[in-house]
């Protein structure tokens, strides 16, 4: 599995178990969603772990930029809120952020 691939499925699953929880908090729905919702959080940190890197700091500081770009994703498709220039201006900056310490020269 690609690094790309596994931090975009890493992202999905994050943020699907996440708001799995939101939703049973905040928004009144039933604690059947929490099954769902930790599952899916067990299938991130996988992922997570399938991640060309030698050290899971580094993979962990590298997906955060990839988790900000996701999570604005999941705000317009599945909450309906379209991300605003502030929103996509700061992502561009975390997925850049992102590069540099996925890509960056190790000596």
Do not use: H, N
């Not at 691939?5 to 969603?33: K, N, Q, T, V």
């Amino acid at each position: 599995m690609t690094t790309l691939l596994a931090y975009a499925l890493a992202a999905l699953a994050e943020i699907a178990g996440c708001f799995a929880i939101w939703a049973w908090l905040r928004l009144g729905r039933s604690p059947l969603w929490l099954g769902p919702g930790l599952a899916s959080l067990i299938l991130f940190a996988v992922l997570l772990t399938r991640v060309e890197s030698a050290a899971a700091g580094r993979a962990y500081a590298a997906y955060g930029g990839v988790y900000v770009a996701a999570s604005l994703l999941w705000l317009w498709a599945a909450e309906g809120q379209r991300p605003d220039r502030w929103d996509l201006g700061g992502a561009a900056l975390c997925l850049a952020g992102s590069a540099v310490v996925l890509l960056g020269p190790r000596g």
